[in-house]
């Protein structure tokens, strides 16, 4: 059984920071492309972030970029997420996927997905 467990969210004040944790169980994890991914109501759910087996392959939305770091560790079995520099629209449930090895930041390309974890950033 594949599972997908996520921890660090919470609330935190603008300019704060957070990380975000994702550790994976029951499947192969050195060769998946892991992400990040993030809803608000109504919306659409955006990949802030990928990242590929190696390492060697990573993405960030533009939203994100400079103040997010995606990483991974193959040992562990965990995906990390910092963030810092938060910004009230960065408030959103943020998902781990896994997906594979070539997955590109469409929710089609994710396999397995974690429950969600809860990101408030007041202003």
């Known amino acids: 059984q594949v599972q997908l467990a996520e921890s660090g969210g919470g609330l935190v004040q603008a300019g704060g920071s957070l990380r975000l944790s994702c550790t994976a169980s029951g499947l192969i994890f050195n060769w998946r492309t892991m992400a990040w991914f993030r809803q608000t109501p109504g919306l659409e759910r955006e990949c802030v972030a990928r990242?590929?087996?190696?390492?060697?392959?990573?993405f960030y939305a533009d939203s994100v970029k400079g103040r997010f770091t995606i990483s991974r560790d193959n040992a562990l079995n965990t995906v990390y997420l910092q963030m810092n520099s938060l910004k009230p629209e960065d408030t959103a449930v943020y998902y781990c996927a896994a997906g594979t090895p070539a997955a590109s930041s469409r929710t089609n390309d994710y396999n397995y997905w974690g429950q969600g974890t809860q990101v408030t950033v007041s202003s």
């Open positions: 990242i590929a087996w190696g390492s060697g392959n990573i």
